[in-house]
């Protein structure tokens, strides 16, 4: 199983230090999450598209990702502009378009779409390991990050197990219907890959005491910060900057 | 089962990650290092879990599993589904970082609070009790889920009442169908491997 679609690449943002793309994303994230205005989020938006735009990703596989992600923002244009208290726009019959309803909508739809541009284009370009050790270097709690870690590295092993017992089903002719027989069939299924990964787990903690494993996780890289993160650093912080200062400031810039 | 980026309120989101850092405290606290490896491949066994469909009538949902991850894990639900939860924002852009309080919190509470309610039934005398506890494990962990996801949209805004109620309404027949599998699987787990029912104990 392929998991990280877009993390292998020569952009910039492939290059740059994973401690800084966690603290930007994170910073962009709740900078956006919390504004309310439209000039702020109109900038984000188009901030963030240019950021994506740099990171030179595959473009068929990012309009899969962001229609996707657009679909429930889609459910919500189906409710919002009618069910939110406000000014009437246009009525058809017993449906009343109101003007706060659709600001709410749209000021959805421009939040999702750029924290999920810039969550693409700057964690989406590190590897899973590569944020791990980010994280490390951040002070997140190492039980957490160790976690993090081992569910990830045996993702696709036990994703490989489920494709193996899936086919021993399918050769035995089971296919899957809506009944009872179906359902049992499938948490039968379901629990073996408990099983399996419940006795995958203690190999691999006895694997590691064989090794000497006393409970720590030593990182044996360092990152280095270069000039071009520090640039990508004061370039980042600027742009959270300009979000917050136009959606909190007082004067229109 | 999830809210994704930009829709919830500041002080909705706020509350979530607050809660779920309580959450997340109460499930390392105390984790010795050989659980780590243990509750980290189980929740990648959930996450594969979560890409399995399986059909309900003319369309086909996805599995949740919450509940049964509570009855397995305990506390330390918290910091498996936060972890899963990480990697689906992160792989896939499902759900998102913003919202990852909120939504963790709205499925690791029900799968704690199924964890305390019915693990003295799953792990009791009675086969056929044990399969009612695992049915009511999925059943519920699934409704009270969809439940607080509801509860986070209104709270954020009364204009979300009605994509809130559509919301709950389509999480009914995923509720049964949580219940059954989960109902089986409990059956299984204590014919084959009885220890993992027992893994914080």
Redesign the interface.
Same mark, same amino acid.
């Given at each position: 199983m392929h998991?990280?679609?877009f993390a292998l690449g020569d952009s910039t943002w492939h290059r740059t230090d994973p401690r800084v793309k966690l603290l930007g994303?994170?910073g962009f994230?709740?900078a956006?999450?919390?504004a309310t205005r439209f000039t702020p989020l109109v900038f984000a938006l188009a901030l963030a598209a240019a950021t994506l735009w740099t990171a030179r990703l595959d473009r068929r596989k990012l309009w899969i990702?962001l229609a996707?992600?657009n679909g429930?923002?889609l459910?919500?244009w189906?409710?919002?502009p009618f069910?939110?208290?406000g000014e009437a726009l246009a009525q058809w019959g017993w449906l009343t378009v109101r003007r706060?309803?659709l600001e709410?909508a749209a000021?959805?739809?421009?939040?999702?779409n750029?924290?999920?541009m810039v969550?693409?284009a700057l964690?989406?370009t590190s590897t899973?390991f590569d944020?791990v050790h980010g994280l490390v270097h951040l002070r997140v709690?190492r039980?957490?990050v160790?976690?993090?870690?081992?569910?990830?590295?045996?993702?696709t092993?036990?994703?490989e197990e489920?494709v193996r017992l899936r086919s021993s089903m399918r050769i035995r002719c089971f296919h899957?219907?809506?009944s009872?027989h179906?359902?049992?069939s499938?948490?039968?299924?379901?629990?073996?890959?408990?099983?399996?990964?419940?006795?995958?787990?203690?190999r691999?903690?006895q694997a590691?005491v064989l090794r000497g494993?006393?409970?720590t996780f030593w990182t044996l890289n360092h990152f280095h910060m270069h000039r071009r993160d520090w640039a990508l650093s004061a370039g980042i912080a600027t742009a959270v900057g300009l979000v917050l200062a136009l959606q909190w400031g007082r004067s229109v810039l | 089962m999830h809210?994704?980026?930009?829709?919830?309120s500041?002080p909705v989101?706020a509350g979530g990650a607050a809660l779920t850092a309580a959450g997340?405290a109460a499930g390392?606290k105390g984790?010795k290092?050989?659980k780590?490896?243990? *509750? #980290?491949?189980?929740?990648? &066994?959930f996450?594969?879990?979560s890409?399995?469909h399986?059909?309900?009538?003319p369309v086909s949902v996805h599995?949740v599993?919450n509940g049964l991850n509570g009855l397995?894990l305990g506390w330390a639900a918290f910091?498996?589904i936060? *972890? #899963?939860l990480?990697?689906q &924002?992160?792989?896939?852009?499902f759900g998102?970082?913003?919202t990852l309080g909120v939504n963790t919190f709205n499925m690791a509470a029900p799968a704690v609070l199924c964890y305390f309610l019915f693990r003295p039934l799953v792990r009791g005398r009675s086969p056929a009790w044990a399969w009612a506890g695992g049915f009511a494990t999925g059943f519920l962990s699934v409704g009270l889920g969809a439940a607080l996801i509801g509860l986070s949209l209104a709270l954020t805004?009364?204009?979300?009442?009605?994509?809130a109620g559509?919301a709950f309404a389509a999480h009914l027949p995923v509720m049964l169908?949580e219940g059954?599998?989960?109902?089986?699987?409990v059956s299984?787990?204590r014919k084959?491997?009885p220890?993992?029912l027992g893994?914080t104990s």
């Open positions: 998991l990280e679609v994303t994170a994230a709740v956006v999450a919390t990702r996707a992600v429930f923002v459910f919500l189906l409710f919002l069910t939110t208290p706060e309803g709410l000021a959805i739809t421009l939040k999702t750029a924290i999920i969550t693409i964690l989406g899973i944020l709690p039980r957490l160790q976690l993090f870690f081992f569910c990830f590295r045996y993702i092993v036990i994703h489920y899957p219907r809506t009872i179906t359902y049992r499938m948490a039968y299924l379901v629990a073996m890959l408990f099983v399996r990964s419940y006795e995958r787990s203690e691999i903690y590691m494993f006393s409970g | 809210i994704s980026e930009g829709v919830l500041a989101l997340l390392l984790m290092p050989e780590v490896p243990q *509750v #980290a491949v189980l929740s990648s &066994a996450f594969v879990a890409l399995i399986v059909p309900a009538g599995l599993l397995i910091p498996s936060f *972890v #899963a990480t990697l &924002a992160l792989l896939f852009q998102g970082l913003t805004g009364e204009a979300f009442l009605e994509a559509v169908i059954l599998l989960s109902g089986f699987c299984f787990l084959v491997k220890e993992i893994v």
